[in-house]
């Protein structure tokens, strides 16, 4: 993991690793395009800091074994506890047709081949997944009143 320079206090770098604070929605249909959010921690410090400023030339969601493209996210005047930087995307259909959970990830790409895979971790829950459930499927409609004229 590379870790982001917050600041310097006294001769001393304050230095934390990025990190997934929450996925939301944490559940979708196994058809896929449920727009997620992630929320980070270290993401904005690390997409701002020295070398890596404006040099993000790609983001994807992992999806367990799957990603998509991704989109970064700014927010201004939020009280919450991520950094002010979300990233936004759909999930991707999952191959089954059985509810599943996977992990889920964020992949970025720098100039030079750099990348960086950030594990959605949770300090209090571990792992953070995704949950795919079965598609809504209308089998039949029926009425037992309503007008004779349809």
């Known amino acids: 993991m590379v870790s982001t320079i917050f600041g310097q206090k006294n001769g001393i770098k304050i230095v934390s690793d990025p990190y997934l604070v929450s996925i939301s929605p944490n559940l979708g249909f196994l058809r896929g395009g449920t727009f997620i959010e992630f929320r980070s921690i270290g993401l904005r410090a690390l997409l701002d800091n020295g070398d890596n400023k404006g040099s993000l030339t790609s983001i994807e969601c992992g999806f367990g074994d799957a990603s998509v493209p991704a989109s970064v996210v700014e927010h201004n005047n939020e009280v919450d506890t991520s950094d ?22 964020l992949r970025l790409q720098f100039p030079q081949g750099k990348k960086l895979v950030i594990k959605a971790m949770s300090r209090k ?26």
């Open 84 to 105: 002010g930087v979300s990233v936004i995307c759909q999930s991707p259909p999952y191959g089954g047709n059985v509810s599943t959970v996977v992990p889920v990830f």
């Open 125 to 150: 829950k571990g792992e953070l997944t995704f949950q795919y459930i079965k598609d809504i499927e209308v089998s039949s409609v029926s009425s037992h009143s309503g007008s004779a004229r349809g």
